[in-house]
């Protein structure tokens, strides 16, 4: 039922940046661990960031650039990216685990896409 809503993606030049968004359409959910992944033209789909109670981790090609985070009610993912390079071009999906109640349990859900491109 609940559904994960992504923003935030587009046109960008190379050294520019984006701040990509993913709300909970359930207002009731909460999120409890998520992460951002991407699929670039002709690859394979790839960890970018995630995030838990404990720790947030990234991949090499993007740690230092890229800032994974949530709000403060528990109900968005955000990514922000820093330095972007043509690299980064590819379709980003949001991916989270969210906690109804303690009798529901979680939910996982994912974002259905968006596309940043980084080009001149």
């Known amino acids: 039922q609940v559904q994960l809503m992504e923003s935030g993606g587009g046109l960008v030049q190379p050294g520019g940046s984006l701040r990509l968004s993913c709300v909970a359409s359930?207002?009731?959910?909460?999120?409890?661990?998520g992460g951002w992944y991407r699929q670039a033209p002709g690859k394979e789909r790839e960890m970018v960031a995630t995030?838990?109670?404990?720790?947030?981790n990234y991949a090499d090609s993007v740690k230092g650039r890229f800032t994974i985070s949530r709000n403060n009610t528990n109900n968005a993912l955000y990514l922000q990216m820093n330095s972007l390079i043509p690299d980064d071009t590819a379709v980003y999906y949001c991916?989270?685990?969210?906690?109804?109640?303690?009798?529901?349990?979680?939910?996982?859900?994912w974002g259905q896409g968006t596309l940043v491109t980084v080009s001149s």
């Open positions: 995030i838990s109670s404990s720790s947030t």
């Open positions: 359930e207002r009731n959910f909460s999120i409890r661990s």
């Open positions: 991916n989270a685990k969210l906690l109804r109640d303690l009798v529901r349990g979680l939910v996982e859900a």
